[in-house]
């Protein structure tokens, strides 16, 4: 199998994959989204809450906040030799206190490891009115996809088979582009293929 990397930033990546079949590249799309680790807040403390938002409700969006982590120091809670009790080698604490008139947004969790952030700031949380108050403590913990979504590391990971196209002994009739169903040809004095990534 030949891989090509098209595409690689902290929020996307996207590659090509020759020599290879569908089952493979299926297991690696599957793999990507269940045994990857990464860090979710697991669960809440909550110390007050008087919103309009149930406290599990608040546990479900604050532990869908993705996590900024650094995977080398951090171990999963069952391979831990705390024995997953939860020490500072297996989970981080994050606090979150505010009070109303004011949106809640993912910027506002405090952790207490800087290498653990939420991963974009702008996600809103909850809305407070005049007098309402949270104050939360969230435990982050490592984990995969395979025991909850809040673990998967991708949100959309899929693959798609690439046409292989060859053109021979062409008189250039132009029949084969109104046949094409995609729209992958075009002919300019020459018979070309469009570009396939776009
Ligand atoms: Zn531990």
Not at 60 to 73: C, E, K, M, V, Y
Not at 97 to 115: N, Q
Not at 139 to 166: D, E, S
Not at 172 to 195: A, F, M, Y
Request: glycine content about 6%; hydrophobic content about 35%; proline content about 6%.
């Amino acid at each position: 199998m030949k891989i090509e990397v098209l595409k690689l930033s902290d929020e996307k990546g996207r590659f090509l994959l020759r020599e290879t079949s569908s089952a493979f590249v299926n297991a690696i799309r599957r793999s990507a989204m269940a045994d990857v680790q990464k860090m979710a807040v697991d669960y809440i403390n909550v110390y007050d809450n008087t919103s309009s938002l149930y406290d599990e409700i608040l546990a479900s969006r604050i532990g869908l906040i993705p996590l900024t982590a650094d995977l080398n120091s951090l171990k999963l809670p069952e391979e831990c030799r705390c024995g997953g009790e939860g020490c500072p080698s297996c989970q981080v604490s994050l606090t979150l206190t505010a009070e109303g008139p004011k949106m809640v947004y993912s910027r506002d969790l405090f952790s207490t490891d800087p290498s653990i952030q939420p991963s974009f700031p702008d996600i809103p949380i909850v809305k407070l009115v005049d007098g309402q108050r949270v104050m939360i403590e969230a435990v982050a913990r490592l984990g995969t996809g395979k025991k909850h979504a809040k673990w998967q590391p991708a949100v959309a990971c899929g693959y798609k088979n690439m046409p292989k196209i060859t053109i021979k002994d062409c008189d250039k009739c132009g029949r084969c582009i109104d046949e094409c169903p995609k729209q992958l040809l075009s002919l300019n004095k020459e018979l070309k293929v469009k570009d396939l990534m776009e």
